[in-house]
């Protein structure tokens, strides 16, 4: 029902190609009929004035010579009642016709000339020439009226067929653009055949998503390339520093080859998410307990509240991963009060701090990306994580900024996680 309304109002939509297609096809279909219509009219006009002056004449000359023998000249007309354009004309050459049209008298054209110092003045009656040009004008409104009627709305037909066109190209790039690069227009053997400037258009965008794809993958193969290759070093490198001699430095150095190993383990796990190998175990937890212990071992300063929370069926492992990183996100990146809260099926992580990155609310987060210097230092790949975690279990993770200021963080789990393979993350 909802698409069909959808499909009704984008129809209906005046700024859409098709009205646009249509309302040219409209004018200029107006413009020709307009300028045949003109071209027509002064044509007949100038035909049936010259038809009518000759007429005129004629009649004018067989009433003079019918005078002058002493026959019937009852056609002939008291010189003052000529128009005043004609008698000017007599006057100036001698001879001339004039037309006149002054309801509710019937149209006539006067013919007037001087013979022997004598005017003489005639009329043809012209009703039937104008009744014909009138009723050809209406012909021909009336047949630009029909021409329209079936031009338009055969315009916005064939205007359909391109406007599907190119909202099929357009519905290809929001799934690009929403991470389903597998998204495809045309086949990958029929992009280089020949087309209009639609079928470019489409393969041009499949070549782009082609070209995006290629580059994911080789990111993705390099990460897992470089997290695998990382692991056994770092095992020695872990093994030798437990053997050092209690110091400073050796503080140091574990320290640092601790925060090498958190990488690499995050690297490793980013690199399962892409490859689409993780999957969730879901079982009914109660949210609020679940979330609570999760950021009871963070160890962090964190405000906890609980209100009407749901038990959900999901992976608490999943879940707590998620709370985790973005817990020690918000306190790395963010400033305290770090508040957490679960109302529902909802768990949403707040600071007081900056807020996101404008990047990262338009773009997503992005590994090895920490955003602006003042949402502090890191590796980028908590959020990376965080949101793979959530693809996983089928949850929805949004990132807002908070309207009284900080990073806001929310989790929306669905009633039941799925326990298929998770989706690649992209």
Same mark, same amino acid.
């Given at each position: 029902m909802g698409g069909a309304i959808r499909t009704i109002l984008g129809l209906l939509d005046w700024r859409s190609l098709r009205w646009r297609i249509a309302a040219l096809v409209a004018v200029s279909a107006c413009a020709v009929a307009l300028a045949v219509g003109l071209l027509v009219h002064d044509s007949t006009l100038a035909r049936s004035m010259n038809d009518g002056g000759s007429r005129a004449l004629t009649?004018?000359?067989?009433?003079?010579?019918?005078?002058?023998?002493?026959?019937?000249?009852?056609?002939?007309?008291?010189?003052?009642?000529?128009?005043?354009?004609?008698?000017?004309?007599?006057?100036?050459?001698?001879?001339?016709?004039?037309?006149?049209?002054?309801?509710?008298?019937?149209p006539r054209m006067w013919a007037a000339?001087?013979?022997?110092?004598?005017?003489?003045?005639?009329?043809?009656?012209?009703?039937?020439?104008?009744?014909?040009?009138?009723?050809?004008?209406?012909?021909?409104?009336?047949?630009?009226?029909?021409? *329209?009627?079936?031009? %338009?709305?055969?315009?916005? #037909? &064939?205007? +359909?067929?391109?406007?599907?066109?190119?909202?099929?190209?357009a519905r290809t790039a929001r799934r690009i653009a929403d991470g389903d690069l597998g998204a495809r227009n045309t086949a990958a053997g029929s992009r280089r055949s020949r087309g209009d400037e639609i079928t470019g258009l489409s393969a041009s965008v499949d070549e782009m998503a082609d070209s995006l794809q290629d580059r994911l993958v080789r990111e993705q193969r390099f990460t897992a390339d470089v997290?695998?290759?990382?692991?056994?070093? *770092?095992?020695?490198? %872990?093994?030798?520093?437990? #053997? &050092?001699? +209690?110091?400073?430095?050796t503080d140091m150095v574990r320290d640092r080859v601790a925060v090498l190993r958190v990488l690499v383990e995050d690297l490793l796990e980013i690199s399962r998410l892409d490859a689409g190998a993780e999957a969730a175990d879901p079982v009914p937890v109660p949210l609020a307990e679940m979330v609570a212990e999760s950021v009871a071992r963070c160890g962090l300063d964190v405000s906890f509240t609980a209100v009407r929370a749901a038990t959900v069926g999901t992976d608490p492992r999943r879940v707590d991963r998620i709370v985790t990183n973005l817990v020690t996100n918000a306190h790395r990146h963010g400033a305290a009060p770090v508040e957490v809260a679960v109302e529902g099926r909802t768990v949403v992580v707040r600071d007081h701090g900056p807020g996101f990155p404008a990047a990262l609310l338009a773009e997503g987060p992005q590994r090895f990306r920490t955003g602006t210097d003042e949402r502090g230092r890191g590796h980028g790949l908590g959020l990376t994580l965080a949101l793979g975690q959530a693809r996983v279990l089928g949850a929805e993770l949004v990132f807002t900024d908070a309207p009284g200021g900080g990073a806001c963080a929310t989790l929306r789990l669905p009633p039941n996680a799925p326990s298929g393979p998770g989706t690649p993350h992209t």
């Open positions: 009649d004018l000359g067989r009433q003079v010579d019918a005078y002058r023998g002493g026959g019937d000249a009852r056609g002939l007309q008291d010189p003052a009642v000529m128009p005043p354009p004609l008698a000017r004309r007599v006057r100036e050459d001698g001879e001339g016709t004039w037309y006149e049209n002054r309801p509710p008298s019937a000339r001087t013979d022997d110092g004598r005017v003489f003045v005639s009329y043809v009656d012209m009703t039937p020439d104008l009744l014909t040009r009138e009723a050809l004008d209406r012909h021909m409104w009336k047949a630009s009226l029909g021409v *329209l009627a079936i031009v %338009v709305p055969l315009s916005v #037909l &064939l205007a +359909e067929l391109p406007n599907r066109r190119l909202r099929r190209v997290a695998h290759e990382l692991r056994t070093p *770092l095992m020695g490198l %872990v093994t030798s520093a437990g #053997l &050092l001699p +209690e110091s400073r430095a």
